[in-house]
């Protein structure tokens, strides 16, 4: 097999996990069950006016919302009680916000192609089995 798309190794993914643009995958054998390895690739964000208008009204939709519950709770405490609700409240909101909307740059062609790219650190433990159609373990 020449060209590695993502179809081809699927089943050799045991876990996929994502960290901002850091996707963490786990290997598998899927003959055996085997877990082989571990690597990473790193997500490209999508560059496409669509994909920065979309993750830009998903940022303003969560701030919003989060930004909101923060100015409620301090404004139903209000005075002194409020202020200092109030800063802990944003603090955690700002922190929230990161969270919820850290993933909103990137695709599912960004993460697959990430997928792609960390086989390429784990490619050698495995061969292409072509009665199986599948990438085993040497």
Request: proline share 1%.
């Amino acid at each position: 097999m020449n060209t590695i798309s993502y179809d081809s190794i699927a089943p050799n993914i045991a876990q996929v996990s994502v960290d901002g643009a850091q996707v963490n995958v786990t290997w598998q054998c899927p003959a055996s069950g085997r877990v082989i390895g571990t690597s990473q690739g790193t997500m490209a964000a999508d560059a496409s006016l669509t994909g920065r208008v979309g993750a830009s009204v998903k940022r303003s939709v969560a701030s919003e919302v989060i930004y909101g519950a923060a100015r409620i709770l301090s404004s139903l405490l209000g005075g002194v009680a409020g202020r200092v609700v109030s800063n802990a409240a944003y603090t955690a909101a700002a922190d929230i916000n990161a969270r919820a909307t850290s993933g909103v740059d990137y695709t599912e062609a960004s993460r697959q192609t990430a997928i792609v790219t960390a086989f390429d650190a784990v490619k050698l433990s495995f061969t292409w089995d072509e009665s199986r159609r599948q990438f085993v373990a040497r």
